[in-house]
Structure formats: structure tokens, C-alpha cells
């Protein structure tokens, strides 16, 4: 089944960073591709940012292009967000997630996150 | 980017009732799509991936169909605890981005 656990959120201020964390477990972690999904306050969910199972395929919601960065260690079973020059509008709850398509020679593909952390909370106020 | 948009944004339905979430894409995305079911301080649900494959351990009364552009979730005799926000998204390139979401409350 897999377990995901989410940490580094926390109270920032406008322009700095913040870097989160994704510890995954129960699963083959380097099968899988990942994403960070957000849910704002009172708002529906939005995807954040994906990253296939070998770091060869990576993309960015347009809301935070050249501000964010993902990343993965497969042998540390970790997954990334490097979050720079954040915004008062980034303040949400920051899920990690598995994807449910399993990485491999057939090309990158995806099917939707199967797996869920409970998520951090990234504030982001002066 | 492909857009997705769900209709309706909220609805009302008793138990029992068969309720169904439209999901439209700006493009064509053949079936890549996923629903997803989300309850307030819980983490979402894959319900459906593929547009029409059910996850395992979903109940059969979640059906999704569709293809291209246009997709339905169909959720036959509610249960109490189908009251939820459900969450399309296509997943045939990134950005993968959601639906608005379809909030389902108790009539």
C-alpha cells in the first residue's frame, strides 16, 4: 500500500524559501513517479509539480515555474520541493503523492496519485 | 496548458439518489483522466484512473466513462459517506491539472 510522510512546512515570509520533504515507505519508491499536490485555504486542490520515477520527466504548475523546484533521492526514498521567493498566495496545505502508473521502458505515463501523505502546512505571511 | 472544467460546482442529493459530475478538457486527452473524491481534514481518494478503471477497493456504484474531451462520474444509490468533494484531473501531460471540484452535500 505505501505510506508517504510530509515535513519542512511551517511560517515564512514573503520572498524567502522553504524546502519540503516526502519520507516514502512500503513501496519501491524509485518504480514510481511523485507529484506535490496543494490545497489553499477554502480553495479545491491544485497540482503542484511531478517528477517521473527516474527524474527524467519534470513539470510545474505555471503558478510556480522558475520558483520551485522537485527533486527526488531514490536511495534515500525522498521526494523534494524546494520552494524560493514565496508568495502569500502559496500558503495552503501541501500534500506529496505516489503515482499509481509504475515507471519503465514503455515511456512516461501517468494514471493519478494512489498514495497520499497527510500533508504540511506552508504559511506564508510577514 | 489543458484546462479542465467540472460542472456542476455543488449539488444537493438524498441517499439513494444517482448523481453525475461532468468533467470537460480544452483538448483532446483520450483517457487520461482520474476522479478523485476528497473529505474535509482527510487526504484525497483515487476513485477512478484511466477514466473508466476503478481503483481497487472503490466501490462498484462509482462509474466513470468517457473519452477526448468530454467524461462523466456516476455515483448509483448514495451512501452517507459519498458526501464529498469530487476532483477530476488529466494526467496526460503536465501540468496535470484538477477540475474545480464538484461539492456533494446532503439534501
Known amino acids: 500500500e505505501g505510506q508517504l510522510v510530509e515535513s519542512g512546512g511551517g511560517l515564512v515570509q514573503p520572498g524567502r524559501s522553504l524546502r519540503l520533504s516526502c519520507a516514502a515507505s512500503?513501496?519501491?519508491?524509485?518504480?514510481?513517479?511523485m507529484h506535490w499536490v496543494r490545497q489553499a485555504p477554502g480553495k479545491g486542490l491544485e497540482w503542484v509539480s511531478g517528477i517521473s520515477w527516474d527524474s527524467g520527466s519534470i513539470g510545474y504548475a505555471d503558478s510556480v515555474k522558475g520558483r520551485f523546484t522537485i527533486s527526488r533521492d531514490n536511495a534515500k526514498k525522498s521526494l523534494y520541493l524546494q520552494m524560493n521567493s514565496l508568495r502569500t498566495e502559496d500558503t495552503a496545505l501541501y500534500y506529496c503523492?505516489?503515482?499509481?502508473?509504475?515507471?519503465?521502458?514503455?515511456?512516461?505515463?501517468?494514471?493519478?496519485?494512489?498514495?497520499w501523505g497527510q500533508g504540511t502546512t506552508v504559511t506564508v505571511s510577514s | 496548458d489543458i484546462q479542465m472544467t467540472q460542472s456542476p460546482s455543488s449539488m444537493s442529493a438524498s441517499v439513494g439518489d444517482t448523481v453525475t459530475i461532468t468533467c470537460r478538457a480544452s483538448?483532446?486527452?483520450?483517457?487520461?483522466l482520474a476522479w478523485f473524491q476528497h473529505k474535509p481534514g482527510k487526504a484525497p481518494k483515487l476513485l477512478i484512473y484511466?477514466?473508466?478503471s476503478l481503483l481497487g477497493g472503490v466501490p462498484s456504484r462509482f462509474i466513470g466513462s468517457g473519452s477526448g474531451t468530454d467524461f462523466t462520474l456516476t455515483i448509483s444509490s448514495l451512501q452517507p459517506e459519498d458526501f464529498a468533494t469530487y476532483y477530476c484531473?488529466?494526467?496526460?501531460?503536465?501540468?496535470?491539472?484538477f477540475g474545480q471540484g464538484t461539492k456533494v452535500e446532503i439534501k
Open positions: 484531473q488529466q494526467t496526460v501531460t503536465f501540468p496535470h491539472i
Open positions: 483538448q483532446g486527452i483520450s483517457t487520461w
Open positions: 484511466g477514466a473508466s
Open positions: 512500503g513501496f519501491s519508491f524509485d518504480d514510481y513517479g
Open positions: 503523492g505516489k503515482d499509481l502508473a509504475e515507471g519503465g521502458v514503455a515511456g512516461y505515463y501517468y494514471y493519478g496519485l494512489d498514495v
